[in-house]
C-alpha cells in the first residue's frame, strides 16, 4: 500500500485494468495525477484520510485513457469552427456552403474541409461550381486527405493562380482537357493559396487548440502526438503557462524549424509534462485520395505512379543531420514505392551507427501499403508503424478501385504486429474523426 496521502478515490466502477492477473478492479485510488493502487472496495476505502474525494460512479465503466499517436491538433479546433465538407454527395457539400455565405461578410473567405470525391455519385467539383454559388468570397475547401484542395475563381484570383500559371514543385493546379484551371489543387499547389488566407492570430490558434482538447478529452483521450505547423507549438506553450493545457502533448518539429530546433538545442523527448517535442516530420509522399500516394506501380487503370517527394538517399542526408543532434525522425508514407524507399533510408541509418537505443524510435507514418518484402524490416531496423486503423473503411472503396489486389497487403497491422515491429494507432483527425471506439473496430 502506498504510504502517501490519496487525494481522490473512484468507488463503484466497472475498472478494466489491462494489467495481467488483475484485468478488473472495483476502486481506483489517486494521488494528484498518479494512480496509487486499483483492487477491492475496501482495500482501495482503508487509504482514505479525512481529506480524500469520493466518487461514487454508479457501476460506470472506467479505461485507461487514450493516447492519439498522429493528430494535426489545430487544424482538428479550426475544421470544427469551418464547413463540414465531408457529406455523402456533393451537392449536400455545396448546400452546406450556400449556408455559410448566409452569415458570411462580403469579401470574406470561406473555408471548410472533408470533401471526398472518390464517394460522391456526382464526381470531383470545379470552380465553376463553387463560382455559382459564390462568386465574390474566396473559397477554400481542403480534401479530407488534408492532399488536395478545390478553391473559386475568386480564391484563385486572390492567391496570384492564372490560366498560364506555371505548377509548383511538389504539386499540380489541375486542368481540364482544355487546359483550364479547374479548381482543384494538389499537394504543394494547396501553400500557393493558403498563402493568400488571412491567417488566424494567437489568440484564435490557442482558441481552437482548447476547442480540440475539449473534443478530445471528451472521447477519453488525454494525451496525443501532434504532426501541425510550429505555430501550434506556440499556442500550446501559451497555454500551457496559463495553466489551460490539459492534455499531454508530443510536438513534432517541422522540416521549416529544423535548424531553429538544432540550433536551440531541442531533443526528441524533452520538455514538460505536458508538452515535450516528438520528432521531425517529412512528407515522403501524398495520399491515396488524389492518387498522389508514391507507388512501385501505376494505379489500376492509369499510367500514374503518384508522388515521391523523398528517396532513400534523402531519408539518409536528413538522418545524417538530425539523429546526432538528438532529433528524430517520423516520415509520412502511403505508397508501397514511399514505404520502401523510407525503410531503405532508415535501414542504411541504422547501418550507419546513427540511431540510438535511447532515442525516440524512428517512425513511419500511416505505412498503408507495404510490398510484401519490406514487412520484416520494420522489426529490423526497429522502426515503428505508426498507423490509423480508421483509414481501413474510410478507404476500401476507393483503395479496391485505384490499388486492385494489392489491397491484400494494405492497412495490414495484423501483418505488421506478428512481425515484431513496434505498431501504435492514432486517428489522424481532422482527416479522419479522433473517435477512439471507431478506430478500435476499424482495427478489430
Not at 488483475?22 to 482501495?44: M, Y
Not at 487544424?75 to 448546400?95: I, K, M, N
Amino acid at each position: 500500500m502506498p504510504e502517501m496521502a490519496i487525494s481522490r478515490i473512484l468507488l463503484n466502477c466497472d475498472l478494466h485494468t489491462f494489467i495481467p492477473g488483475q484485468p478488473q478492479a472495483e476502486a481506483l485510488a489517486l494521488q494528484g495525477g498518479i494512480i496509487a493502487a486499483a483492487g477491492s472496495r475496501t482495500d482501495v476505502l482503508n487509504l482514505a484520510d479525512a481529506s480524500t474525494i469520493i466518487d461514487d460512479l454508479e457501476g460506470k465503466t472506467v479505461l485507461p485513457a487514450f493516447c492519439d499517436a498522429h493528430i494535426h491538433l489545430l487544424e482538428y479546433g479550426f475544421s470544427l469552427l469551418r464547413v463540414d465538407c465531408e457529406t455523402a454527395t456533393r451537392a449536400e457539400c455545396l448546400q452546406r456552403l450556400r449556408h455559410q455565405l448566409t452569415r458570411t461578410a462580403p469579401g470574406a473567405w470561406v473555408l471548410g474541409h472533408g470533401w471526398n470525391h472518390n464517394i460522391w455519385p456526382e464526381g470531383i467539383g470545379s470552380r465553376q461550381l463553387l463560382d455559382e454559388i459564390c462568386p465574390n468570397n474566396p473559397v477554400y475547401l481542403t480534401h479530407k486527405s488534408l492532399h488536395s484542395a478545390w478553391a473559386n475563381s475568386a480564391a484563385l484570383k486572390a492567391a496570384g493562380i492564372f490560366e498560364d500559371s506555371p505548377d509548383p514543385q511538389g504539386g499540380q493546379f489541375a486542368r481540364d482537357e482544355k487546359g483550364r484551371l479547374t479548381g482543384i489543387l494538389l499537394e504543394s499547389a494547396m501553400r500557393v493559396v493558403e498563402a493568400a488566407v488571412p491567417q488566424p492570430d494567437q489568440a484564435a490558434r490557442e482558441q481552437a487548440i482548447l476547442t480540440a482538447q475539449k473534443s478530445l478529452l471528451e472521447f477519453g483521450i488525454t494525451s496525443v502526438h501532434d504532426f501541425d505547423p510550429w505555430e501550434c507549438y506556440m499556442a500550446l506553450a501559451a497555454l500551457e503557462e496559463k495553466g489551460e493545457l490539459k492534455l499531454r502533448v508530443m510536438k513534432g518539429i517541422p522540416l521549416p524549424n529544423l535548424d531553429q530546433a538544432i540550433a536551440a538545442g531541442i531533443r526528441s523527448g524533452q520538455g514538460s509534462d505536458h508538452l515535450s517535442f516528438g520528432w521531425l516530420k517529412l512528407f515522403a509522399d501524398g495520399a491515396l485520395g488524389p492518387q498522389t500516394a508514391a507507388m512501385l506501380n501505376p494505379y489500376e487503370g492509369s499510367d500514374s505512379i503518384g508522388m515521391l517527394f523523398l528517396e532513400s538517399a534523402d531519408i539518409v542526408e536528413f538522418g545524417r543531420k538530425t539523429l546526432p543532434a538528438g532529433i528524430s525522425m517520423a516520415v509520412h508514407a502511403i505508397g508501397d514505392r514511399a514505404n520502401h524507399e523510407v525503410i531503405d533510408g532508415y535501414a542504411q541509418l541504422n547501418q550507419m551507427g546513427l540511431v540510438a537505443k535511447n532515442q525516440l524510435p524512428l517512425r513511419i507514418e500511416h505505412v498503408q501499403l507495404l510490398d510484401p518484402r519490406d514487412v520484416r524490416r520494420l522489426a529490423q531496423f526497429r522502426i515503428t508503424a505508426s498507423m490509423q486503423p480508421i483509414h481501413a473503411p474510410s478507404d476500401r472503396q476507393m483503395a479496391d478501385r485505384h490499388w486492385g489486389l494489392r489491397c491484400a497487403h494494405a492497412y495490414a497491422w495484423k501483418t505488421i504486429k506478428d512481425s515484431g515491429a513496434n505498431l501504435i494507432f492514432g486517428f489522424d483527425a481532422p482527416v479522419e474523426s479522433p473517435n477512439p471506439y471507431w478506430g478500435l473496430q476499424a482495427a478489430l
